[in-house]
């Protein structure tokens, strides 16, 4: 179920909905300006960090509706008076949904789940399973792909997927910035997809199970087919090694992920400087 269909299932039976936005930090904060919460009777959807200030929040929201007041404004110091020891301090919006609202909120979830980055994980063996099932909790467009029917069958509902003759292919067109976990059931398999993905240059990751001796062989084989040796610094290979050496596949996957989330970070963090106007940066810069 995607963000925006669990968001529709909540406004469906929690009608009287209050909507706790933070509207300024300063300081340290569990999250950032503009991070909402919808609090219902009932139910939650989001979070505005937990702790002792979404407990107060949500106690505040949660007499708004019984009250049926318009709404309320929160200046909340994150310290010891609360219970909290970030240290900041943040404004908290608290307003009753209406049928515009709700449609803002609605445009604005979608909105975000459109713009989230691409992983691919080819491959729905031991590894590519765990590592799917872990992907489909993070801020990710996933898909699982693979040429065995039998394996994709295996996988939660809930994780899309996709039967593909020849899974390059998908590398091909894949969307911008996507990135690439290969880990199917044939080494020559893997190196036509790793060998698709080191040719586009927008990947923040493409990571490929193996070992060093898989590494050897497949850069061997990538230099022959005319593949440029630089392009190889790109590829992690092994994936989720990090130095301890488990090979558990729910290991494996979780330490993958990790690695995955980092490179997307990095990437993220990288063309944000990117865009940074030049007048801007030479004002950060003084």
């Given amino acids: 179920m995607t963000r925006t269909e669990t968001l529709n299932a909540f406004f469906s039976h929690e009608p009287a909905a209050i909507v706790a936005r933070l509207t300024s930090v300063r300081g340290s904060s569990p999250r950032e300006q ?3 919460m919808l609090v219902g009777q009932s139910d939650l959807f989001g979070t505005i960090g ?6 107060m929040v949500i106690e505040h929201a949660r007499r708004l509706v019984l009250s049926g007041r318009m709404g309320e404004a929160m200046d909340v110091p994150l310290g010891p008076e609360i219970g909290q020891c970030c240290g900041g301090r943040v ?16 445009a604005e979830i979608a909105a975000e789940d459109a713009s989230l980055p691409h992983v691919f994980v080819f491959g729905a063996g031991h590894v590519g399973r765990a590592l799917a099932q872990i992907l489909s909790l993070l801020p990710v467009q996933l898909e699982v792909i693979d040429t065995r029917r039998e394996e994709l069958a295996e996988l939660p509902d809930h994780i899309p997927s996709r039967l593909v003759a020849m899974p390059e292919a998908v590398v091909r067109n894949a969307p911008e910035g996507s990135s690439y976990v290969i880990l199917t059931h044939d080494h020559a398999l893997d190196f036509l997809i790793a060998q698709e993905a080191l040719a586009r240059s927008d990947s923040p ?5 193996g070992s060093a001796t898989k590494r050897a062989r497949f850069s061997s084989w990538f230099r022959t087919e005319g593949g440029e040796a630089k392009a190889l610094d790109r590829l992690i290979l092994p994936i989720g090694s990090q130095g301890l050496g488990d090979k558990r596949p729910a290991v494996i996957a979780a330490l993958a992920a990790a690695e995955i989330m980092v490179h997307i970070g990095q990437r993220e963090a990288e063309i944000g400087r990117t865009r940074v106007p030049k007048s801007l940066g030479a004002m950060i810069g003084r």
């Fill in 34 to 36: 503009g991070t909402f």
């Fill in 50 to 55: 937990g702790g002792a200030l979404e407990y």
């Fill in 91 to 106: 404004g908290v919006d608290l307003r009753p949904v209406d049928a515009a609202l709700q449609a803002e909120l609605l």
């Fill in 205 to 209: 990751y493409v990571g490929m199970v």
